[in-house]
C-alpha cells in the first residue's frame, strides 16, 4: 500500500481473493480491507485459512492487520514493514498506551493528531484516549503471529518493549469492567422473553437467540450469529421427574476460543429452547446453511447469517422494550447470566462449565462468588 494507495485494478483482485476465502473468514468489510491490505498480507490470510486456524482468530488477525497498515502508513508514511523493528514497536505503545492529563498541558504526548485523523478517516479509529492495554496486548500479539507466520522474527519479546507497556498500564490505571454491566439472569431474561412471545417472524428468531445463546452455556454472540443447521444433531428425548419427554439437541461448535487446536466442542440444549428454535427454523423455511438470519422490511428471511453486532442490536432492543436500560445489558451479559444463575441454583460450577465450555476455573468462580455474596448473610445484616 503506498502513499497514494492501491490502484483500482489491485483492490478488485485483492477483493476477489478475500471473497474466496470468505466461507471461513466471513468479511462485511471485503471492499474496504482490500484497500487497506497487500497482496502479501491477503496471501497471509488465505494461507492461514488452508492451515484451518478458527475463523473468530482469523476475524481479529484480519482487522488487527488492517489497522496495523494504516497506522504505519499514517505514523511513518511508510508501509508496515516485515519484520518491524523494536523502535516501531515502542513507537505503537507510546501512540496507543498514554496519560489524558499529561496530554492536556503537553499536546505531543501520546498519539499524534494527524495520526489519529488519518484513521478515523479510514474508519478504523472511533474512540477518544488512550487504547485499551488488552487491545494493545491483543494486536501486539496477532502482529507477532503474523510475523512469524511469513517466517520472521520480531522483537516481541524484547524487554524495554515489554517495560515500556508495563509502565505505560501502571501509569494510567483503568478500572477492570466486564463486557456487559449487568448479568442477564433467569429472571431478566424472562422479561426479555416476553417482548417477544408473539409469532411474528421477528418475536421468532429472537426468542430462539436469547433462549439458545442463553441454555446453551451463554454462547458469545460470534458463535450465535454463525451457528449452521449442520451443526445441530436431534438427540434422544430426555425424560424429567413427571415422566414427560423432553426434546434435546446437541450443538456441535466446532474450535472455539478456549477449545484446543483439533477439540470438537459440543453442548445441549433440552426443552423449551429446543421448542423455540424448531419454531423458528420450522416457520423461517430454513433447513440448512445459517441458521439466525436478517429480517428485511417485508418480513423476508436473507440467506446470509447475522452480523455477530446484530445478535448484541437484538439483546439491547429486547432490553429497552422489557422498560430496562439497554446500557447497562449486552449479548455479553447472557453469558455472565448463565453462570450467574447456575450458581444461584446451586449448580456446582463444575457441570456449569461443561455447558459454558469455560476452561478457567477462576474466571467461572468469579461470578459463583458474586452471586453468593449477594445472597449470603454478610450482604444482609441490616435486612
Known amino acids: 500500500m503506498d502513499i497514494l494507495g492501491p490502484t483500482t485494478d489491485a483492490i478488485a483482485r485483492r477483493a476477489e481473493a478475500l471473497d474466496t476465502i470468505a466461507a471461513v473468514l466471513p468479511i462485511d468489510r471485503r471492499d474496504k480491507l482490500a484497500e487497506l491490505l497487500t497482496?502479501?498480507?491477503?496471501e497471509t490470510l488465505r494461507h492461514l485459512v488452508n492451515e484451518g486456524m478458527g475463523a473468530n482468530t482469523l476475524r481479529a488477525l484480519t482487522s488487527d492487520l488492517a489497522y496495523l497498515e494504516v497506522w504505519a502508513m499514517a505514523a511513518t508514511e511508510s508501509p508496515l514493514p516485515w519484520p518491524a523493528p523494536e523502535a516501531l514497536l515502542l513507537k505503537f505503545v507510546a501512540h496507543h498506551l498514554?496519560?489524558?492529563?499529561?496530554?492536556?498541558t503537553d499536546p505531543e504526548h501520546g498519539m499524534p493528531a494527524d495520526v489519529a485523523d488519518a484513521l478515523r478517516r479510514v474508519g478504523v479509529l472511533r474512540t477518544a484516549g488512550p487504547h485499551a492495554p488488552d487491545t494493545?496486548?491483543?494486536?501486539?500479539?496477532?502482529?507477532?503471529?503474523?510475523?512469524?507466520?511469513?517466517?520472521?522474527?520480531?522483537a516481541f519479546a524484547s524487554p524495554a518493549l515489554k517495560s515500556a507497556i508495563r509502565l505505560a498500564v501502571r501509569?494510567?490505571?483503568?478500572?477492570?469492567?466486564?463486557?456487559?454491566?449487568?448479568a442477564v439472569t433467569g429472571d431478566v431474561l424472562a422479561k426479555l422473553l416476553a417482548t417477544c412471545s408473539g409469532d411474528s417472524l421477528r418475536d421468532l428468531r429472537d426468542r430462539a437467540i436469547l433462549m439458545v445463546a442463553f441454555a446453551s452455556g451463554g454462547r458469545r454472540r460470534s458463535e450465535v450469529a454463525g451457528l449452521r443447521k449442520e451443526q445441530l444433531t436431534i438427540e434422544a428425548p430426555v425424560t424429567v421427574e413427571d415422566g414427560s419427554p423432553l426434546p434435546s439437541l446437541s450443538i456441535h461448535l466446532g474450535r472455539t476460543k478456549n477449545s484446543g487446536a483439533r477439540q470438537d466442542e459440543v453442548v445441549y440444549l433440552t426443552g423449551r429452547p429446543v421448542e423455540a428454535l424448531n419454531a423458528w427454523l420450522t416457520t423461517a423455511k430454513i433447513d440448512s446453511g445459517s441458521v439466525f438470519r436478517a429480517i428485511d422490511r417485508w418480513g423476508n428471511v436473507s440467506r446470509r447469517a447475522l452480523d455477530p453486532k446484530a445478535v448484541n442490536d437484538i439483546v439491547k432492543r429486547r432490553v429497552a422494550e422489557a422498560g430496562l436500560e439497554p446500557g447497562e445489558f449486552s449479548a455479553h451479559g447472557l453469558r455472565s447470566g448463565f453462570l450467574t444463575e447456575a450458581a444461584i441454583r446451586n449448580i456446582p460450577l463444575l457441570e456449569a462449565m461443561d455447558q459454558s465450555r469455560h476452561r478457567s476455573v477462576q474466571q467461572a468462580s468469579s461470578y459463583y462468588n458474586d452471586a453468593s455474596r449477594k445472597t449470603g448473610r454478610a450482604a444482609q445484616l441490616l435486612s
Open 171 to 182: 501509569a494510567v490505571p483503568r478500572p477492570r469492567r466486564r463486557k456487559s454491566a449487568k
Open 39 to 42: 497482496d502479501a498480507d491477503v
Open 98 to 104: 498514554w496519560d489524558p492529563q499529561r496530554r492536556e
Open 136 to 154: 494493545v496486548r491483543r494486536r501486539l500479539a496477532n502482529w507477532s503471529t503474523l510475523t512469524k507466520w511469513r517466517g520472521l522474527d520480531g
